[in-house]
């Protein structure tokens, strides 16, 4: 956009700075996700909640998306403030980890943990947003920067994985939350960004976002791709465990996955597909992984399979973040964002809450219904394709 045009490229001292405090923070923020996604169920069910209540209790991150999420990531634009906004959520949910953790009870975890996402889940848009906004500014790439993120959360999940073996699964939460500290603490160091004064006038009520019908196939398709990551998400430590599979092996396998994503990040500058081209392939890898998933594969089998996490996660997100940032004007970026998280919250709540009662009756089973969920997502994106290379926002998007 224009008035992204005006803002020189600044010197490349600048650009390392920005890029070092950038993949500082997304190695904690995801360092957090890899502690707290694989092993956060798991605490859940060894202080005593039975797998209903964990379904519902971890859906609250997807129910928050849809929720206070849009509501704090337009509060952050409208006061320009994305960087500050990060830092207030970034030390409010080290408090609310902390806070959990003191709790046992299945309504007493639930009532915190509601809050605690609702100042959680706004850090990841408004992140993206702030990193969208920085390789515009600094000429840098998105993958590259994001991929500290999945090498911070393979590492996270590494070192639950050790010490499951080593602690009793009710003290995993002190863990989640000293990275959560940590977290908090790195997110001082991300460097000021400048508004573009053109766009303060314009970044009020601006709602032709959600009028635009390519933007929306981009939010939906990617919602469906990563809601389909919930049965997984929620269940698969728990079902790995009941197989016989030990703290370490179950981190390991989760680790495998993220190694696919990191190389996939470290390469996307490379791609020359559309974006478009790239969700359809991700979301058809998607389905594949979730119909082998739900056959309860031998561990061989099953760490081939975690490989995909690459393509059904990975390849979703850069394909994503490329198309967004084609099409969302860098003064609605945090907007954007935040109904892009939005979308995925209602989805993958929705999801999570089902899969709890489906888990119930038929096990791995239930990923048979992400995996019609990843097809449906292929087949929009595939019918919007030429919708989404006609009328690009930017001509260059600095992502890939």
């Known amino acids: 956009m224009s008035s992204q045009a005006q803002i020189p ?82 030390f409010a949910t080290a408090a609310g980890v902390i806070l959990t953790g003191t709790q046992q009870q299945a309504l007493a975890v639930f009532l915190i943990y509601a809050v605690t996402c609702c100042v959680w889940t706004p850090m990841t848009p408004l992140t993206d947003a702030y990193a969208l906004r920085g390789v515009r500014r600094y000429g840098l790439n998105y993958g590259p920067l994001r991929l500290w993120g999945s090498a911070a959360f393979v590492a996270g999940a590494l070192a639950c994985g050790l010490l499951v073996d080593l602690i009793a699964a009710k003290h995993l939460i002190w863990v989640i939350a000293s990275v959560a500290a940590v977290s908090a603490l790195v997110s001082l160091g991300l460097k000021p960004l400048e508004v573009p004064q053109a766009a303060t006038a314009e970044v009020h009520g601006d709602s032709r976002l959600l009028r635009d019908a390519g933007f929306l196939a981009v939010i939906v398709t990617s919602a469906l791709v990563q809601g389909s990551h919930a049965a997984y998400y929620t269940f698969a430590s728990i079902a790995w465990q009941q197989a016989g599979y030990g703290g370490l092996t179950i981190a390991s396998l989760w680790v495998l996955g993220v190694l696919a994503e990191i190389v996939l990040f470290a390469f996307s500058p490379r791609f020359t597909l559309p974006f478009a081209l790239l969700v359809v392939i ?86 048979y219904l992400m995996a019609a969920m990843a097809l449906t997502a292929a087949l929009i994106m595939f019918l919007s394709r030429r919708r989404l290379s006609a009328h690009p926002e930017n001509g260059a998007s600095g992502v890939a």
Do not use: N
């Not at 039975?50 to 509501?71: E, K, M, N, Q």
């Open 9 to 90: 490229i600044a010197s490349p001292i600048d650009s390392r700075r920005f890029a070092i405090s950038l993949a500082a923070f997304y190695a904690s923020l995801f360092g957090l996700v890899g502690t707290h996604l694989p092993f956060f169920p798991v605490w859940l069910k060894a202080v005593g909640i039975d797998a209903a209540w964990i379904g519902i209790i971890t859906a609250l991150p997807a129910i928050s998306r849809f929720t206070a999420l849009p509501f704090l990531t337009s509060l952050a634009e409208r006061r320009h403030a994305v960087r500050q906004a990060i830092i207030v959520t970034a």
């Open 282 to 367: 991700a979301a058809l890898s998607a389905a594949l992984r979730w119909v082998i998933m739900a056959q309860s594969p031998p561990i061989a089998v099953l760490a081939v399979v975690q490989l995909a996490h690459g393509l059904s996660f990975g390849l979703t997100q850069v394909g994503t973040m490329g198309l967004i940032a084609q099409r969302v004007p860098g003064h609605v970026m945090a907007r954007g964002q935040g109904y892009l998280v939005a979308c995925t919250g209602i989805v993958t709540s929705t999801t999570a809450i089902a899969s709890g009662r489906i888990y119930e009756s038929f096990g791995e089973g239930v990923y």
